[in-house]
């Protein structure tokens, strides 16, 4: 596009200023070249006005948003989770640990220690572990073992083709 049909543009849009109206309508008056340039440029502006625009469907909104919301539900939550972070933290913990046994280790007095002075006394079980106790372990544990039964049947039969 040439600086002639950008200055008419602006003048059809009404984007100049006051002074450049009156260059340009003067220009229009005085000069042949620039009146039917004026003239294909009014035409070529009533045409765009009078195009009616397209518009997408109606259901074009929703089956964006569907396609968008389906990517989303598609990604497991998995993917959120950085593995590395993961094993940062447990390698810092396992570090931690090492550091601090081999210090408790190497800062024992171990000529100081008598194995033989050394007296443990065990506490009797025997009063602790009650018929009653021993039976509700027994409960708790067979509840716990149908549950996750029943668990590994639901994902085995939801895994299934139909």
Sequence with gaps: MNNIEEKLWDYIDGNCTV???NTIKSLI???EAFRLKYEELLMLNKQFSAMELDEPPMAFTYNVIE???TERAQQPLKAAINKRIIWGIALFFIL???VLLVYTIVNI???SINVSAVNLKLPQVK???TKPLIQGFLFFDVVLALFLLDNYLRKKSL???I
């Design 109 to 111: 007095s171990w000529s």
């Design 96 to 98: 931690t640990l090492t």
């Design 67 to 69: 396609a968008i919301r």
């Design 159 to 161: 895994s299934k083709p």
């Design 19 to 21: 002074d450049e109206q």
């Design 127 to 129: 009063n602790y572990l």
């Design 29 to 31: 008056a005085g000069n």
